[in-house]
C-alpha cells in the first residue's frame, strides 16, 4: 500500500479526534466518552497502517474490516458526544463527514481486495 488517499485522509482524521479530544477534556472535563472516541478515531488509521503489512490478502482484508469497525464505533462516539453537547456542531458536522468518508473508503478497498481474492 502506497501513500493512500485513504492512509492520509486517516492521519488527518486521527489528528482532528486528538484535537476533539483535547478540547473537549479542557474546556467540559469529560473523560470517559471523549476517551473512547480518542481509542476508537485513532485506530481507525492504526488499522489501515497495519495493513500495509499484511502477510496475505485475507491479512489485508481482516485489517481493513477492523479499521471499518472502529470507524462505525467512532460514528457512534461522535453523534453521542454531540447529542450530549460535548461537541459543538459545526465540529460534529466536519468528523461525522470525514469518519463516513472513510467508512465509504473502506467499504470499498474491502470489496475490492474482495473481488480480486476470489479471481485468483
Request: net charge positive; no cysteine; charged share 25%.
Amino acid at each position: 500500500m502506497k501513500e493512500s488517499i485513504l492512509k492520509i485522509k486517516s492521519y488527518n482524521f486521527a489528528l482532528q479526534i486528538i484535537k476533539s479530544y483535547q478540547l473537549i477534556v479542557k474546556n467540559d472535563k469529560e473523560y470517559t466518552l471523549s476517551r473512547q472516541l480518542l481509542r476508537s478515531g485513532t485506530s481507525v488509521g492504526a488499522n489501515i497502517r497495519e495493513a500495509e503489512f499484511a502477510q496475505s490478502n485475507k491479512d489485508f482484508i481482516s485489517k481493513m474490516s477492523i479499521a471499518l469497525k472502529e470507524a462505525n464505533e467512532t460514528e457512534y462516539g461522535i453523534a453521542l458526544l454531540h447529542d450530549s453537547s460535548y461537541l459543538k456542531h459545526d465540529l460534529f458536522l466536519s468528523l461525522i463527514s470525514q469518519n463516513k468518508e472513510l467508512i465509504k473508503m473502506l467499504v470499498a478497498t474491502i470489496n475490492t481486495m474482495k473481488s480480486k481474492s476470489t479471481n485468483f
